[in-house]
């Protein structure tokens, strides 16, 4: 055996350690409770489905289908695929569980998703997302409330840095009419178009539009606009989504060349970005797919959803300041001594059953109360409970607080219950020492 052999994570698929966690626990947190308070139900989806699937919802010319997709052939001869988004997930589950019929659903899944991509900052092989959709509902209020829904979280978690890009693509309809314009505006600049712009020219141009690359920029800055070829009616749900959003006081660009990557969207899509995280600006994203239930085998539903990325969210987090350290224990118990550490464990979990609000650990593998208390104070915890065969043989355990000039004191075993919370709730006071 290789004495120096150390199995590496696999590239791009990164590791979420302990001093890292808080962060992830708080936006979980917050947004389990944001999400029903505005009436989304969870509901979980499996990371592997039938790579047809993606090919259908995403389609086939964009970089997720063509470049990034982690697919397999399993030992049945069926092509699979690790997801690389949630959205054609969560619609193929409500269509298999006969969730559409008269359906109002609003959903919400999170979890990690998968594409082959290089790894940067903000950009990894093994993401994760939150994702929040609403089937059912035609209006544009719903395409309003998922944006305040968002806009309220970045205030709730304290994120400022952000700004929201709003546009529409119209209706199937509009944008093959627009999509004949956009063919012979790059036809005429197709010596200006890269390998992936030429390749999209005939299956679906309209991705040309999200190109990142630099030098194909001032060929697509000068293509026709898609707002200035939608539908009536497509016209009148974006302007009644635009009132909407001013008249709640949530600001927004107009961005008419915000396509968004994937072909299943239509009518609304929406973007919020931030300066803050460098070329991975887009922290949120979603929009419309009205015309993806149907081509997934479901009856026509409109439906509108979005995305967010946890680990870009996460990092916009750790720069507002706000403390993510992982919470420390009320109470560190300490115990010296043959008989003390035989009925430390005992005792505590004892006073876990009687104090469930009350986080305390135990010092595990011995050593001196010099060693011991090092450790609690490096916990954090806000008091110790020493104990030791001489406490003991008197039926008592000391009480220490570890934050504040406090004397030690002793307390009777069966009336620690009530002196801890006591203690706690004084340490909790400004400017009280105990």
């Known amino acids: 055996m290789d004495k120096n052999f150390i199995v590496q994570a696999v590239r791009g698929m990164n590791d979420v350690l302990p001093a890292q966690i808080a962060g992830w626990q708080q936006l979980e947190r917050v947004t389990r409770e944001l999400f029903a308070a505005y009436g989304f139900e969870e509901m979980r989806v499996p990371l592997v489905e039938h790579t047809a699937l993606f090919k259908r919802a995403i389609g086939e010319y964009t970089d997720i289908v063509e470049k990034e997709m982690y697919t397999f052939t399993d030992s049945g001869g069926d092509s699979l695929t690790l997801r690389p988004e949630g959205t054609a997930g969560v619609v193929r589950a409500a269509i298999t569980n006969g969730l559409l019929r008269g359906a109002r659903l609003k959903l919400w899944t999170s979890g990690p998703m998968f594409r082959h991509e290089r790894p940067q900052k903000g950009r990894y092989r093994q993401f994760h997302q939150i994702d929040v959709e609403a089937i059912g509902f035609a209006g544009p209020d719903i395409d309003a409330e998922l944006i305040a829904l968002t806009a309220r979280l970045w205030r709730t978690l304290g994120i400022t840095r952000v700004k929201l890009k709003i546009n529409s693509l119209g209706t199937i309809e509009s944008r093959r009419v627009y999509r004949e314009k956009l063919v012979t505006y790059f036809r005429q600049h197709e010596a200006a178009l890269d390998a992936d712009s030429l390749r999209r020219l005939e299956g679906n141009p309209l991705r040309i539009l999200d190109s990142k690359n630099p030098d194909m920029q001032a060929v697509v800055s000068g293509a026709p606009l898609l707002t200035d070829h939608l539908d009536a009616e497509s016209r009148e749900h ?3 989504l635009c009132a909407m959003l001013t008249g709640m006081g949530i600001e927004y660009v107009i961005d008419p060349r915000l396509v968004r990557g994937l072909d299943y969207y239509s009518r609304t899509v929406f973007e919020w970005v931030t300066d803050a995280l460098g070329a991975q600006d887009a922290i949120c994203s979603g929009g419309r797919y009205d015309g993806l239930i149907p081509q997934l085998g479901g009856d026509p539903t409109p439906a509108i959803g979005f ?13 507002t300041g706000a403390p993510l350290a992982p919470a420390a224990p009320d109470v560190y118990v300490m115990a010296s001594g043959e008989r003390a550490q035989r009925t430390a464990l005992a005792l505590v979990e004892r006073l876990r059953d009687d104090l469930p609000q009350v986080t305390l650990h135990v010092n595990l593998g011995s050593g001196n109360f010099k060693a011991q208390f090092r450790r609690a104070d490096k916990s954090g915890a806000a008091l110790a409970l020493i104990l030791g065969d001489a406490e003991l043989e008197r039926g008592v355990a000391a009480l220490k607080p ?33």
Do not use: K, W, Y
Not at 307 to 319: C, D, I, N, P, Y
Not at 424 to 433: C, I, K, R, S, V
């Open 402 to 434: 570890l934050r504040h000039e406090a004397g030690q004191t002793e307390c009777p075993l069966e009336e620690l219950a009530v002196r801890i919370p006591a203690i706690l709730a004084d340490l909790a006071e400004p400017n009280n020492a105990v």
């Open 307 to 319: 995305a967010m990325g946890v680990e870009r969210v996460v990092e916009l987090l750790s720069q």
């Open 238 to 240: 974006f302007d009644s």
